[in-house]
């Protein structure tokens, strides 16, 4: 075997093995085939949504990883320029003043972002408070840091699914080749016993994988990148009509091809490295005495099986057990996809429900119309009444945002907030004592003069422009549930006037009268108290503040007009307001709008396009772990021809025979489902505590009918191996079955 020939002879010996073998070949080509599309296809997917993501963020947000605010000079920019892990600084013109200077910084590796922005912040002669970390950017490229309060656990979970799916089929790759190789220890067994040594066994091995896997490997890929570039076009053309969205391009990467090649191949060379490793530890002997067959030990009985099953179950139990370590892949890679479906497909059900309980929810009675004035003050806009007389509407309310801060002292805060700690809670960021004196946020929600009084007159109040209203009402800070905030009183409401200071300069002041105290909001689409527990939200008339905005400032740069339209309004309806608001005011401003129904309409197609991507995710997953324990069961079956005709020769009866196959698919199919179920539980528990969503109405949503399904084919395949290996098995003459037959 060790002759100058012997390459000619291992290259004769596996040519033949696989002409006189091409119904095991064939699974293990079209194995390795479907594995490296899935694969390319799952990776490509996954960079370009991510791509877009980046993209997305960067054109809305920008794309800077730290940014630092306060009195910067020239020389403090250029030490930040000079940074050895600074890509570049800019100046934010948008957001610096007079009084602060806002610099964005682009670090050249983003991983040691939190480091450096506090040294950065040092050589600027500021504190790390000025440092402000573009979290949602940050996340993409999985940073986090543990001041980041937000939910951000989309993506990661997206990658974790994603590394889920592509670890099982790796072993779908392995599962293919150890069904075929198990079968010829007893061949390698004979070829060792004359001279072969393991290394040429393992050239041999791996000539063979190459040969069957070469062209399946590199054909999937470049299929599986076809693929996705034709999901992406398909979701463009989806998506076409959103507005404001926008085009995800398909973006190749070479390392995406790389990568899923490499995976492909070096689980190719581990399956055909692990048969070769096996017999290199087994003597010729042993692995000639190595025919295939189960070793039928009875050291542990099945005994559940055998309670409920009889002798069938206990047979059933002992060959479960003797092939475990066969069967324990394709186990793992059915737990794996199932527990990635099912996880999946609750994480739909949970976004869907957490999303139709939020924003559209939530603000649809709120507005129809919104509009966005660039760069006007409010006291400056003299189209009010224009605006406001214009048909299809139910009210406009023209307003601008400013901020302020107040003093509130011990003796002004109400008794159900003091009886929950008072400030106690505040984080110093919103928060700081003064002299006894708490100075907190004071938000000021500028109205036009006519919608004031509607708002005066709505709360029941003595209609006036000459003071403030306070949104006298603050958040149980304590209460977990931040979806249903529990509310209570801020203030004894006592005071007669107010005093707004000026956010930075509090000594500059304004004291101002009280209309009235009240919990009421107007109908804005504003929220408040979401971060910020403790602002005490002031509502004046325009006219009032232009008295006092000299000594407050503080004001926004932009004007927003909240229209509602009349009740029942329809697409076109709206359309038509829309059209006329812009008509009005397209020669006094920039204005951007948008449209309540449109913008529904556009949340709902995008959202449909991510359960599109998601279901095909699931529908993988599903393919995988099925197709794995399909291919592995009918392996483990048909390697058993002698142990079944040994049962018939002793008297076990074929019917006794289906009984066995029937309790090994049971418990084949049914363990992974009873494992996976109550960690799929768990973790939707997990889910819904994160979301902070009530129980009872995922409860009502549960996706039994795809989880079930699953289930259902999960057994289905399982019973469908085990009856196309029984037909073989049960087909085959008793004699033909107990001769050795290892060698075809």
């Given at each position: 075997m060790?002759?100058?020939?012997?390459?000619?002879?291992?290259?004769d010996?596996?040519?033949g093995?696989?002409?006189n073998?091409?119904a095991?070949?064939?699974?293990?080509?079209?194995a390795a085939?479907?594995?490296?599309?899935?694969?390319?296809?799952?990776?490509?997917?996954?960079?370009?949504?991510?791509n877009?993501?980046?993209?997305?963020?960067?054109?809305?947000?920008?794309?800077?990883?730290?940014?630092?605010?306060?009195?910067?000079?020239?020389?403090?920019?250029?030490?930040?320029?000079?940074?050895?892990n600074?890509?570049?600084?800019?100046?934010?013109?948008?957001l610096?003043?007079?009084?602060?200077?806002?610099?964005?910084?682009?670090?050249?590796?983003?991983?040691?972002v939190f480091?450096?922005?506090?040294?950065?912040?040092e050589?600027?002669g500021?504190?790390?408070?000025?440092?402000?970390?573009?979290?949602?950017?940050?996340?993409?490229?999985?940073?986090?840091?543990?001041?980041?309060?937000?939910?951000?656990?989309?993506?990661?979970?997206?990658?974790?699914?994603?590394?889920?799916?592509?670890?099982?089929?790796?072993l779908?790759i392995?599962?293919?080749?150890?069904?075929?190789?198990?079968?010829?220890?007893?061949?390698?067994?004979?070829?060792?016993?004359?001279?072969?040594?393991?290394?040429?066994?393992?050239?041999?091995?791996?000539q063979e994988?190459?040969?069957?896997c070469a062209?399946?490997?590199?054909?999937g890929?470049?299929?599986?990148?076809?693929?996705?570039?034709?999901?992406?076009?398909?979701?463009?053309?989806?998506?076409?009509?959103?507005?404001r969205?926008?085009?995800l391009?398909?973006?190749?990467?070479?390392?995406?091809?790389?990568?899923?090649?490499?995976a492909?191949?070096?689980?190719?060379?581990?399956s055909?490295?692990?048969?070769?490793?096996?017999?290199?530890?087994?003597?010729?002997?042993?692995?000639?005495?190595n025919t295939?067959?189960?070793?039928?030990k009875?050291?542990?009985s099945?005994?559940?099986?055998?309670f409920?099953?009889?002798i069938?179950?206990?047979?059933a139990g002992?060959?479960?057990?003797?092939?475990?370590?066969?069967?324990?892949?394709?186990?793992?890679?059915?737990?794996?996809?199932?527990?990635?479906?099912?996880?999946m497909?609750?994480?739909?059900?949970?976004?869907?429900?957490?999303?139709?309980?939020?924003?559209?929810?939530?603000y649809q009675d709120?507005?129809?119309?919104?509009?966005?004035?660039k760069?006007?003050?409010?006291?400056?806009?003299?189209?009010?009444?224009v605006?406001?007389?214009?048909?299809?509407?139910?009210?406009?309310?023209?307003?601008?945002?400013?901020?302020?801060?107040?003093?509130?002292?011990s003796?002004?805060?109400?008794?159900?907030?003091?009886?929950?700690g008072?400030?106690?809670?505040?984080?110093?960021?919103?928060?700081?004592?003064?002299?006894g004196?708490?100075?907190?946020?004071?938000?000021?929600?500028?109205?036009?003069?006519?919608?004031?009084?509607?708002?005066?007159?709505?709360?029941?109040?003595?209609?006036s422009?000459?003071g403030?209203?306070?949104?006298?009402?603050t958040?149980?800070?304590?209460?977990?549930?931040?979806?249903?905030?529990?509310?209570?009183?801020?203030l004894?409401?006592?005071?007669?006037?107010?005093?707004?200071?000026?956010?930075?300069?509090?000594?500059?002041?304004?004291?101002?009268?009280?209309?009235?105290?009240?919990?009421?909001v107007?109908?804005?689409r504003?929220?408040?108290?979401?971060?910020?527990?403790?602002?005490?939200v002031?509502?004046?008339?325009?006219?009032?503040?232009?008295?006092?905005?000299?000594?407050?400032?503080?004001q926004?740069?932009?004007?927003?007009?909240?229209?509602?339209?009349?009740?029942?309004?329809?697409?076109?309806?709206?359309?038509?307001?829309e059209?006329?608001?812009?008509?009005?005011l397209?020669?006094v401003?920039?204005?951007?709008?948008?449209?309540?129904?449109?913008?529904?309409?556009?949340?709902?197609?995008?959202?449909?396009?991510?359960?599109?991507?998601?279901?095909?995710?699931?529908?993988?997953?599903a393919?995988?772990?099925?197709?794995?324990?399909?291919?592995?069961?009918?392996?483990?079956?048909?390697?058993?021809?002698?142990?079944?005709?040994?049962?018939?020769?002793?008297?076990?009866t074929?019917?006794?025979i289906?009984?066995?196959?029937?309790?090994?698919?049971?418990?084949?199919?049914?363990?992974?489902?009873?494992?996976?179920l109550p960690?799929?539980?768990?973790?939707?528990?997990?889910?819904?505590?994160?979301?902070?969503?009530?129980?009872?109405?995922?409860?009502?949503?549960?996706p039994?009918l795809?989880?079930?399904?699953?289930?259902?084919?999960i057994?289905?395949?399982?019973?469908?191996?085990?009856?196309?290996?029984?037909k073989?098995?049960m087909?085959?003459?008793?004699?033909d079955s107990?001769?050795?037959?290892t060698?075809?």
């Amino acid at each position: 075997m060790r002759n100058g020939g012997d390459g000619y002879m291992w290259k004769d010996y596996s040519s033949g093995y696989l002409k006189n073998n091409r119904a095991s070949c064939l699974s293990v080509m079209i194995a390795a085939f479907i594995s490296a599309l899935l694969l390319s296809l799952l990776c490509s997917l996954f960079y370009n949504l991510w791509n877009y993501e980046v993209e997305r963020i960067k054109v809305e947000e920008g794309g800077w990883q730290g940014r630092i605010a306060g009195t910067i000079g020239m020389e403090e920019i250029e030490r930040i320029r000079n940074y050895a892990n600074v890509e570049k600084a800019l100046i934010n013109e948008d957001l610096s003043d007079e009084q602060e200077i806002v610099v964005d910084v682009y670090l050249k590796k983003i991983k040691n972002v939190f480091r450096d922005m506090a040294e950065i912040a040092e050589l600027a002669g500021l504190s790390e408070e000025a440092v402000t970390y573009h979290y949602e950017l940050l996340n993409l490229y999985l940073v986090r840091d543990s001041r980041d309060s937000a939910l951000r656990w989309v993506f990661p979970f997206a990658l974790l699914v994603t590394a889920t799916a592509c670890f099982s089929l790796i072993l779908v790759i392995h599962n293919a080749f150890a069904v075929t190789m198990n079968s010829r220890i007893h061949q390698f067994g004979i070829l060792a016993s004359i001279g072969a040594t393991p290394k040429q066994i393992l050239v041999c091995l791996l000539q063979e994988a190459s040969a069957l896997c070469a062209v399946p490997i590199a054909a999937g890929s470049i299929f599986g990148i076809l693929l996705s570039m034709g999901i992406v076009s398909g979701m463009n053309v989806i998506l076409a009509d959103v507005g404001r969205r926008m085009v995800l391009p398909f973006r190749f990467h070479p390392v995406i091809l790389f990568l899923s090649l490499a995976a492909s191949v070096l689980t190719v060379c581990i399956s055909a490295w692990i048969p070769a490793r096996k017999l290199s530890r087994l003597t010729p002997l042993e692995a000639i005495r190595n025919t295939g067959e189960l070793q039928l030990k009875k050291k542990r009985s099945s005994r559940f099986l055998a309670f409920f099953f009889g002798i069938e179950g206990e047979l059933a139990g002992n060959a479960l057990k003797a092939q475990r370590k066969a069967m324990r892949t394709a186990f793992t890679s059915l737990l794996l996809a199932f527990l990635a479906f099912s996880f999946m497909m609750c994480f739909i059900t949970i976004t869907v429900v957490s999303q139709r309980e939020t924003y559209f929810a939530k603000y649809q009675d709120s507005w129809d119309v919104m509009a966005t004035l660039k760069n006007m003050e409010i006291d400056a806009f003299e189209e009010t009444d224009v605006l406001q007389e214009l048909g299809g509407m139910q009210s406009c309310v023209i307003y601008q945002k400013a901020m302020a801060k107040r003093y509130v002292t011990s003796e002004e805060i109400s008794e159900e907030m003091q009886a929950v700690g008072g400030f106690g809670n505040a984080a110093e960021d919103y928060v700081s004592v003064n002299d006894g004196a708490w100075l907190v946020n004071a938000p000021i929600v500028i109205l036009d003069d006519a919608s004031f009084l509607e708002y005066c007159v709505k709360i029941g109040a003595e209609p006036s422009l000459d003071g403030a209203v306070i949104l006298n009402r603050t958040c149980d800070a304590a209460d977990p549930n931040f979806r249903e905030r529990r509310m209570l009183p801020y203030l004894k409401e006592y005071g007669r006037t107010t005093q707004l200071r000026q956010a930075g300069q509090e000594e500059k002041m304004a004291e101002i009268p009280v209309v009235s105290y009240t919990q009421e909001v107007p109908v804005l689409r504003e929220e408040y108290g979401t971060l910020d527990f403790y602002e005490l939200v002031h509502f004046l008339p325009v006219s009032l503040w232009k008295e006092i905005k000299g000594e407050i400032g503080g004001q926004e740069e932009d004007i927003y007009i909240r229209i509602l339209a009349k009740d029942g309004v329809t697409l076109p309806e709206l359309d038509e307001v829309e059209a006329a608001v812009l008509t009005c005011l397209k020669d006094v401003c920039e204005i951007e709008t948008e449209n309540r129904i449109q913008e529904k309409i556009d949340n709902d197609k995008m959202f449909a396009g991510m359960k599109a991507i998601l279901s095909v995710f699931c529908v993988l997953l599903a393919i995988i772990g099925i197709g794995n324990v399909f291919s592995n069961t009918l392996g483990f079956v048909r390697q058993r021809k002698r142990e079944f005709a040994r049962y018939l020769s002793v008297g076990l009866t074929p019917a006794g025979i289906r009984k066995i196959f029937c309790i090994e698919a049971l418990v084949i199919a049914g363990r992974p489902v009873l494992i996976a179920l109550p960690v799929t539980a768990l973790a939707v528990a997990f889910f819904i505590k994160m979301s902070y969503l009530e129980p009872l109405l995922f409860i009502r949503e549960i996706p039994f009918l795809p989880i079930g399904s699953f289930v259902l084919g999960i057994f289905f395949f399982v019973a469908l191996a085990y009856y196309l290996g029984a037909k073989k098995v049960m087909g085959s003459s008793l004699a033909d079955s107990l001769r050795d037959d290892t060698m075809l």
